[in-house]
């Protein structure tokens, strides 16, 4: 079972990466690094408060999941 806290750190590192890439588009769109930051720092709040909640609730989701096999009796 993932802890919250490793929910956490996935969430974040991987924020980080989609926002860095979503700085480098900004900036080539729109040729501003103070627009291409401030759109890539509010990305990586809303989107990684997103991230922890989506893997939070498909904690809950049992779709997907094997049955843990039954101890081996090795007597």
């Known amino acids: 079972m993932e802890t919250r806290s490793r929910s956490f750190a996935k969430a974040l590192s991987w924020r980080v990466t989609g ?4 700085m480098i588009i900004s900036l080539i769109i729109t040729g501003s690094i103070k627009l291409a930051a401030a759109i890539g720092f509010t990305e990586v709040v809303t989107k990684s408060v ?4 989506h893997e939070r609730a498909w904690l809950r989701v049992p ?9 081996v009796d090795k007597n």
């Not at 997103?50 to 909640?53: C, P, T």
């Not at 779709?63 to 101890?71: C, L, Q, S, T």
Request: no cysteine; aromatic share 18%; glycine share 12%.
């Open 19 to 22: 926002s860095v890439d979503t």
């Open 50 to 53: 997103l991230y922890y909640l």
């Open 63 to 71: 779709y997907g999941r094997g049955v843990p096999a039954a101890p």
